[in-house]
């Protein structure tokens, strides 16, 4: 079974551009979770869906990030303008709801690198 | 709010066993996980805890107490691969998002 897939695996980019990361969770999840990690903050939950909806956005550090899930195989997580403080690596996970035991599985991430 | 709690680096010998701690202080609790995350890589899950005691899968145990908001993971007969962090989250009640602990970094000597 394939996992959860994120794109890209890499960004470089200069302050002030928009960047845009990519996540398909796994078939049949019904939970999408996306993490920020970084040295200083460790793994920090941003925002998460279930079945497609926004749940808790909570985490989402300020109106520079947003993120969407248009249908149940795709979220996109969205910063711009972006800053030196948002390098990161950004994880995508998903879960499935038949019963709270269920792992979520992370994606392999991506690093983000703000210029 | 959840506060989580782990020692920040460990290290033991290869053969050897490890205990990695973890306290939650939480506004309620519907389990525990535990993942392992190596260097560059994604975090991979390692066991789940809801009711009090052990719970053993080969080399690796997990013990919880909820009473006094405490857990810990076992690494038995420690190997070279077993170096990574590993990262102790709890779940809030009615809800599925974890919090994660900063993390243990674990160094298997040889």
């Known amino acids: 079974d394939a996992g959860v897939i994120q794109s890209p695996r890499h960004e470089v980019t200069e302050m002030g551009q928009e960047v845009t990361l990519r996540c398909k969770p796994i078939s049949g999840h019904d939970y999408l979770f996306w993490y920020r990690q970084t040295m200083m903050r460790g793994l920090e939950l941003l925002i998460y869906f279930n079945n497609n909806v926004p749940i808790d956005d909570s985490g989402m550090p300020e109106d520079r990030f947003s993120a969407k899930m248009p249908n149940a195989s795709f979220s996109t997580l969205k910063i711009q303008p972006s800053e030196p403080r948002d390098s990161a690596v950004y994880f995508c996970a998903s879960s499935r709801s038949l019963s709270r035991n269920q792992p979520q599985h992370f994606g392999d991430g991506t690093r983000l690198s703000i210029l | ?110």
């Open chain 2, 1 to 110: 709010g959840q506060n989580i709690d782990q020692p920040t680096e460990m290290t033991a010998t290869e053969g050897a066993i490890v205990q990695i701690n973890c306290t939650y202080q939480t506004s309620g609790f519907n389990g525990l996980f535990w993942y392992q995350q190596h260097a560059g890589e994604a975090p991979t899950f390692l066991s789940y805890n809801v009711l009090d005691g052990l719970e053993e899968k080969g080399r690796f145990s997990s013990f919880l107490s909820r009473s006094k908001g405490y857990s810990y993971l076992l690494l038995k007969e420690l190997q070279m691969k077993d170096s990574a962090s590993y990262l102790c989250a709890v779940r809030p009640p009615n809800d599925y998002k974890l919090s994660f602990g900063a993390g243990t970094t674990v160094t298997v000597r040889a």
